[in-house]
């Protein structure tokens, strides 16, 4: 069955530096999601993207983040300037239609120092 | 505000019972909700959805029912079994102009005893 990649599992990283986390949605999906999941809390929305731009992002996702989807398959999340309140569990998902179920990746676990 | 949100922090049941677990959401606009599982250090798994033109749907094991009047979704797991150990989530499937996203709720803890 296919699903939704994502890497590393685990990043660490000191305060300031920017981290790239990647993901690759399931190939057929058109409609793709960051979430971000701060440890024993809800799943909170950051972005969706769609046709090779962003369709809506929260508060949270702010100039210091941006995602791209350099290629035909990988999905990224860029943190440029990385702050103690990041570390979190950060979820990667696509749907290949709108209102259809969205399809979760495993979780990069970003803790900052 | 947007709010989608669960009565219950944690359920704990024997194995072999039924479990029900709620969700109460405040956009009526919504038309779209979906149950995930969350394992400990996995990302969340799709259970089941509803649309908001039904009131009942019945997957294995699990059945989800959406009272679009008190606004209120609920999600029974038939015969439990300690594999559905997990953190369970409501999400509302919000439209805000050409974009949808989905809004969780803060989950439930469901224990399983043997």
């Known amino acids: 069955e296919p699903e939704v990649t994502q890497t590393p599992s685990h990043q660490v990283t000191q305060m300031g530096q920017e981290v790239i986390l990647r993901c690759v949605p399931i190939?057929?999906?058109?409609?793709f999601y960051w979430y971000r999941q701060i440890l024993g809390q809800k799943v909170e929305f950051l972005v969706s993207f769609y046709n090779n731009e962003i369709s809506e992002k929260s508060e949270i996702f702010d100039d210091q983040f941006s995602v791209e989807r350099p290629d035909g398959s990988n999905f990224t999340l860029k943190i440029r300037s990385t702050k103690l309140e990041d570390s979190a569990m950060y979820f990667c998902a696509s749907t290949i239609l709108r209102g259809y179920e969205q399809y979760f990746g495993p979780g990069t676990r970003l803790t900052v120092t | 505000g947007e709010s989608v949100g669960l009565h219950l922090p944690t359920l704990s049941v024997q194995e072999g019972d039924n479990s029900i677990i709620n969700c109460a959401y405040s956009?009526?606009?919504?038309?779209?909700f979906i149950w995930y599982k969350q394992e400990s250090g996995k990302g969340p798994q799709f259970i089941i959805d509803i649309r908001s033109n039904m009131d009942k749907r019945q997957g294995q094991r699990v059945t989800v029912l959406l009272n679009k009047t008190v606004k209120h979704l609920s999600l029974q797991i038939a015969a439990t079994q300690p594999g559905d150990s997990a953190v369970y989530f409501c999400?509302?499937?919000?439209?805000?102009?050409?974009?949808?996203?989905?809004?969780f709720g803060k989950g439930t803890k469901l224990t399983v005893n043997p």
């Open positions: 190939s057929n999906h058109l409609y």
């Open positions: 999400a509302e499937n919000k439209k805000q102009g050409g974009s949808e996203k989905l809004v």
């Open positions: 956009n009526s606009a919504s038309d779209y």
